[in-house]
């Protein structure tokens, strides 16, 4: 079986609406400083992008989880296989991730993070699956809003394939 990849945002619109959502946060923390936590490992890309477009100062870090315990279903245990550099107490946190889909390992993560007591904790995703939610989860930047289909493309993979598109593409199985 092959599959051919469609084009759902372009790279214009990806870039566009990247642009827009970088100056909400810019806009809303303006004079203060932001830790921005991309999720590992499809967030790099979009986290990448959206913070050169912010213009208040930033601090990067990276943070890697996964849900595990009845196997191919979260029993709601999360490990971090990477944990982050920076102390965020007293920060202003935003958390960067590519594509909200159940918001199982999101959900506990953001419980997680809360626990080291930022001083507020946003959520940012580039794409949205509300319809595929079964925990739900605060977002407070949207980049897209998107139906029940599998995309790939600016960090979002298929077999670890496709991450380097500069646009978002829906697998289409052939």
């Keep these: 079986m092959s599959e051919h990849i469609r084009?759902?945002?372009s790279e214009e619109e990806v870039n566009e609406r990247i642009a827009g959502m970088a100056a909400q946060i810019s806009e809303d923390f303006n004079g203060q400083e932001i830790v921005a936590i991309?999720?590992?490992?499809g967030g790099v890309y979009f986290c990448s992008e959206l913070t050169?477009?912010?213009t208040v100062p930033v601090i990067l870090d990276f943070i890697e989880a996964s849900s595990y315990g009845c196997g191919t279903q979260s029993c709601g245990e999360v490990r971090i296989t990477k944990d982050l550099i920076e102390d965020i107490a007293g920060k202003n946190?935003?958390?960067i991730e590519d594509i909200i889909d159940t918001g199982r390992t999101l959900s506990l993560l953001l419980k997680?993070?809360?626990e080291r007591n930022p001083l507020s904790l946003k959520l940012c995703t580039l794409l949205n699956k509300p319809s595929r939610r079964v925990v739900?989860?605060?977002v407070d930047y949207n980049g897209f809003q998107i139906p029940d289909q599998f995309v790939v493309g600016y960090g979002m993979d298929y077999a670890q394939r496709y991450r380097n598109l500069p646009y978002i593409g829906v697998v289409e199985f052939e």
């Design 112 to 114: 997680k993070l809360a």
């Design 7 to 9: 084009v759902m945002f």
């Design 52 to 54: 050169k477009r912010i």
């Design 136 to 138: 739900e989860v605060p």
């Design 38 to 41: 991309g999720i590992l490992r």
């Design 93 to 95: 946190v935003i958390v």
